[in-house]
């Protein structure tokens, strides 16, 4: 089932997060770390109203954030679509013990249909340059590759940018 995310949600999705950069870091991703992502997004997530949780037997297993705000981090990528009702995804993050068994897909298309539903031109993201297996995640559903960002508490490797156009 997926859901919206409550505050009490928190701490539980930072022992998600946290345990997917443990197996990140094990396959060495450098991608998240004690900086990013933390509890005061996931916070603003939830009071935007953008926070969805998989939920799987009652217990929490994924994530994903749906925004309309854009980071400024983004502002220098030409886009395909205006900077006009487009959809950003962010944090989007399966525990590591079901990982590969279409979690992350079901998150997505959640995503994608909301946007969908709801007339937007695109879907925008990024992912990490390292991140060989994400990168081919996104470009099997359509998402078309546009450029780099960085984000220097993160990683001097810089982040993918991707956009789906609907």
Known sequence: MIRKGKIGDIETIMELTKACAKAMIANGICQWNEHYPNASAFIKDVKRGELYILELDAEIKGTIVISTFMDEE???IKWLTKNDHNLYIHRLAIHPSIQGKGFAQQL???AEQYAIE????SIRLDTFSQNKRNQKFYELRGYKRLGDIYFPKQSEFPFHC???VL
């Open 108 to 110: 997505m298309n959640f």
């Open 74 to 76: 983004y502002k220098p």
């Open 118 to 121: 709801n007339n937007y031109h």
């Open 162 to 164: 991707y956009e789906l």
